[in-house]
């Protein structure tokens, strides 16, 4: 019962609006919720105790769930999926003027890494503990072929538009959108040799920015997709965990992925790249949990007070 998970109206605090399951339908990924809207309500109430503000001089984190071992509340930086590098293939996607059957991912990971280092930000990026047995991994780096995949998949469209609608909400630009999945087409006809050499991206990161890759421990859990616009906060992911007692949440710090855009195309004559960023940093975003869950995980909303 949704009645039931609709939260108080204390107009001072960020609103979490529940969504719902990501889909009805079944999707390719591995990762499953099946029950867990049980807990939603107390997750729903609870959820505004676990954002904490962002410490600018930290690095950037993925949206993963999994516990970071070398993580401080003190001290955490926005979350976006795979990290900086993770930025590079929606820049491709979205905004590149280049001719879309050159470059590679490492290639374009590391103009996306240079420029976080030249406007003051500071790149992040994982790896994991365990091996993919499970064919689980970042997924926003390691699977980005899956992801990709799935962007174009003609039987996951329909839901691909609709999630990324209600998170765009007055933004979604249906020109955006289709021109970012047609770039995506013209992408994987040639992805193999795109993608080559992807497992470098992290030793780059690691050589340019010391001590911006963490290692993640353990098997992805997430049950939970948080998607914050309220600036300046992030999940602090592990007391989640922890707290929950096992349950994760996928978040992704919206809020950071248009402030990035004002850092990277900041002329009044770049809006329309702007807008394409975003839309491609959000598809990609809905592509990578197509590639890692299997749809039944609830969606949250968290909005600013005066939203
Ligand atoms: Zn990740």
């Not at 919720?33 to 930290?58: F, N, Q, T």
């Not at 790149?123 to 990709?148: S, T, W």
């Not at 602090?236 to 707290?243: Q, W």
């Not at 004002?262 to 491609?280: C, K, M």
């Amino acid at each position: 019962m949704l009645v039931d998970h609709v939260p108080d109206l204390d107009v001072t605090r960020p609103r979490t609006i529940p969504l719902g399951r990501l889909s009805d339908k079944s999707w390719p990924g591995p990762l499953s919720a099946d029950g867990i809207e049980g807990r939603l309500g107390e997750v729903v109430a609870a959820l505004d105790d676990y954002y904490v503000s962002v410490d600018p001089r930290a690095k950037t984190r993925c949206i993963d769930g999994r516990h970071d071992p070398e993580l401080d509340e003190a001290n955490l930086g926005p979350q976006v999926p795979g990290g900086a590098p993770g930025s590079a293939l929606a820049y491709r996607l979205g905004v590149d003027k280049d001719d879309l059957t050159r470059g590679t991912f490492t290639g374009d990971a590391e103009l996306m890494i240079e420029a976080y280092m030249r406007l003051g930000l500071s790149p992040g990026g994982h790896r994991d503990d365990l091996e993919q047995a499970d064919g689980v991994g970042c997924g926003a780096i390691d699977g980005l072929q899956a992801v990709l995949d799935c962007m174009t998949n003609p039987h996951l469209v329909e839901d691909h538009k609709r999630l990324v609608k209600t998170i765009l909400d007055v933004d979604f630009n249906r020109d955006h959108y289709l021109r970012v999945m047609g770039a995506g087409l013209v992408l994987q006809s040639r992805s193999v040799a795109y993608f080559h050499g992807r497992g470098e991206i992290l030793d780059l990161l690691e050589r340019k920015a010391p001590g911006s890759v963490s290692v993640l421990r353990g098997r992805h859990c997430e049950a939970f997709v948080v998607v914050n616009l309220v600036e300046g906060t992030t999940l602090s992911s592990n007391r989640f965990a922890a707290d929950l007692g096992g349950p994760q949440a996928f978040g992704y710090d919206l809020w950071r992925s248009r402030q990035l855009v004002q850092a990277l195309f900041p002329l009044p004559s770049q809006e329309v790249d702007r807008a394409r960023f975003i839309h491609a940093r959000v598809m990609l975003t809905i592509a990578t949990l197509m590639a890692l869950t299997d749809g039944s995980l609830q969606v949250l909303l968290r909005l600013p007070a005066d939203a």
